[in-house]
Every structure is written in C-alpha cells, then in structure tokens.
C-alpha cells in the first residue's frame, strides 16, 4: 500500500493516538552497548553517542541520566515517506500553541514527542487541525 502525499488528505485523516507511559531520551556513549534490560522504542546513533527513547521507568531503573518526559503521539494516517509538508504544518500548529515537539517518521505513520505536561493541549491542537476537534 502506497503511503498517502495529498497534505489535505493527510490532515483531514492522521487522528492523532497518544500512546500510553511516558518516554524520556538518553545518551549512552558510542563505544557502550544499550543496557540489558533496556527496551528503546527509537534509538539513533551519532558520532558521539546513541541517543535512546526509553519509557522512564526503565530510564530510572537501569540508572541513566535522561531529558524532556514527553507523550507519545502517533498520527495513524500512513503517510508517505516523501510527502511534503506534513510534519511541517503539524509542528507549526504546535509551536503556535507553544508546544515543543520532537518529530519521528517510520515507514508508515508519523510520530511526535510532546511534553507530557502539554499532551492534551497538543491532542486538542492536532484535532482541531484535522478537524476532528472533540467537544
């Protein structure tokens, strides 16, 4: 199935999902291996570092150090790889609200980390944007 590009077709259908727990991002130096026990939803190795999303109680408990606690939101329309424009309407949404995002495409759907303090503001947000606003 070939992953939608239309960016009015992509906001009118992404229904945004907010995935349950809350993630934090960590470094853990390149020449280290990712802790046993430690299950990362993400991880993106640089030259310096991998970077993991972990929920934070596994953070927590293999004891590393970890930033921004945010929400999980996928937008469930599968969207292309190489659609233009669709992260970027979502994420101007969000910072005209004052929400920070941290954005992830996978080869189907979008995903977006939002502060988990603002998740619901940014759950009402997406919805407005795709029309769908829950009253």
Not at 98 to 120: E, L, Q, T
């Amino acid at each position: 199935m070939t992953g939608e590009r239309d960016l009015d077709a992509l906001l009118k259908h992404m229904k945004p999902v907010m995935q349950p727990g809350i993630f934090v991002f960590c470094t853990i130096p390149a020449n280290e291996s990712i802790p046993t026990g430690l299950n990362p939803l993400l991880t993106f190795r640089e030259q310096a570092e991998t970077t993991c999303v972990v929920l934070r109680e596994e953070a927590e408990a293999a004891g590393l150090r970890h930033a921004f606690p945010s929400h999980l939101i996928t937008l469930t329309v599968h969207s292309a790889l190489d659609a233009v424009g669709f992260l970027a309407a979502i994420t101007a949404r969000l910072a005209k609200a004052g929400i920070s995002v941290n954005a992830v495409s996978a080869f189907h759907h979008d995903h977006i980390f939002v502060p988990a303090d603002r998740a619901d503001e940014a759950m009402a947000a997406l919805q407005e944007l795709s029309g769908t606003k829950r009253l």
